[in-house]
Each structure stands twice: as structure tokens, then as C-alpha cells.
């Protein structure tokens, strides 16, 4: 079964420290992952997916499938990064598996 | 505003009722998606129409039916309404059937069953 864990509901930090929101999943063969966020009263977006390799306002994410994670990475958090984000997988169906979330907080 | 857009965005209503929340995609966009909120939840995945056909169908319960008609707009159908059903029902679309493609989201819309 296709399945997307993201273990903290909630991660608090203080600006300027690093931040890693873990997600985990469970598939067999080669996924396809995204990090959706949501901001205070805005609409779920797309921050970044896996095959694009890119870095969206400083967060990075690396797929280990050995370790099958897509951790979400920033250096140094900002006030502005607070929001709920979602990890998803796109597997061999058309569905898309989206994880419970997590809360992040930075606090000033 | 070309984005999804859905109403209403609240319904109150009673258990047993039978409600319809609809949703229009993008401009240009073929897919309709529609995923169901409850507290400590996530997003279930519900189901997706491509251009007026069923794709994919996820946890959606027998009470539940969804439609996309001519125009690409979508409505989703719950019936025999239970106190469970409360939750934020989100819209997404995309351009095509491919769930890898980004999914733009429309606003939601809280169901509130009393």
C-alpha cells in the first residue's frame, strides 16, 4: 500500500535555526514526491517537488529511497516560513497520497 | 480570478441531509480532484474526474458521488449526512490526468453537520 508518514504534527523553532520536517513513505517502486504548504488563510500550494531538484524560498528536499524519506530542509528558518506543510507521493496510480502535515512555528 | 474556485464556502446543515458543494477548475484545466479534511486527517484523496470521466477513486464512501460535467466544472454529492461527514472539502485541478503534475487548490469548503 502507497502510504505517506510525517511523524510531528507540530515543529517550533526559533528564526534563524535550522529546520527538518520528515516525511516518510511507503512504495515500491520509483515515487514521485511533493511538498505542499499552506499558509495562514491562504490555499494549499505547491512549494517543490523531487524531480525538480530545486531550492523554493531556501527549502530543499532529497529523496533517499534507501531510507525512503523526503525530508524538507531550510538552513535558517524565517517567521515567514510558518505554515502547515504536506508531504505527498504520487505512486502507480493516478491518486495522490498525501501525509497528516506538519505544523511549523518560528518564532522570533 | 482564474483559479479554483469552489462554493459555497460554508454549509451548515443537519444529519440525514443531502448536500452539494461544487468546485470549477482553472481555465484550461481537464482534472478535477476532491479530497476531504477532517481534524488529525490529512487529505484523503476522494476522487478525480479527467474531462467528465472517473479516474481515479480513493476512500469515498457509497453515500458520497461526485460529477464533471460538459463545462469542466465538478459537484460532489453527499448524501444521509452524519455527524463524521464534518470537514473541509477541498477542490484541486490540474491540466491533465497525471497526479504527478502540480494540483492548484481552490479554498475549501467547511461542512458543518449538526
Not at chain 1, 535550522?18 to 515500491?28: D, T
Not at chain 2, 479530497?35 to 458520497?64: M, W
Amino acid at each position: 500500500a502507497q502510504r505517506v508518514t510525517q511523524p510531528e504534527k507540530l515543529l517550533s523553532v526559533f528564526k534563524g535555526a535550522p529546520v527538518e520536517l520528515k516525511c516518510n513513505y511507503s512504495y515500491s517502486g520509483s515515487p514521485e514526491l511533493f511538498w505542499y504548504v499552506q499558509y495562514s488563510r491562504q490555499r494549499l500550494q505547491l512549494l517543490l517537488r523531487h524531480i525538480s531538484r530545486e531550492s523554493i524560498k531556501g527549502f530543499t528536499a532529497d529523496l533517499n529511497k534507501g531510507e525512503t524519506s523526503f525530508h524538507l530542509k531550510k538552513p535558517f528558518a524565517q517567521e515567514e516560513d510558518s505554515a502547515m506543510y504536506y508531504c505527498a507521493l504520487s505512486g502507480d496510480t493516478d491518486k495522490l497520497i498525501f501525509g497528516t502535515g506538519t505544523r511549523l512555528q518560528v518564532f522570533p | 480570478d482564474s483559479g479554483v474556485t469552489q462554493t459555497p464556502k460554508h454549509l451548515i446543515t443537519a444529519t440525514g441531509q443531502r448536500v452539494t458543494l461544487r468546485c470549477s477548475p482553472r481555465s484550461g484545466d481537464l482534472s478535477v480532484y476532491w479530497y476531504q479534511q477532517s481534524l488529525d486527517q490529512g487529505l484523503q484523496f476522494l476522487i478525480q474526474y479527467y474531462n467528465g470521466e472517473e479516474r481515479a477513486k480513493g476512500n469515498i464512501l457509497e453515500r458520497f458521488s461526485a460529477q464533471q460535467f460538459p463545462d469542466l466544472h465538478s459537484e460532489l454529492n453527499l448524501s444521509s449526512l452524519e455527524l463524521g461527514d464534518s470537514a473541509l472539502y477541498f477542490c484541486a485541478s490540474s491540466p491533465t490526468s497525471f497526479s504527478y503534475n502540480e494540483q492548484f487548490f481552490g479554498p475549501g469548503t467547511r461542512l458543518t453537520v449538526l
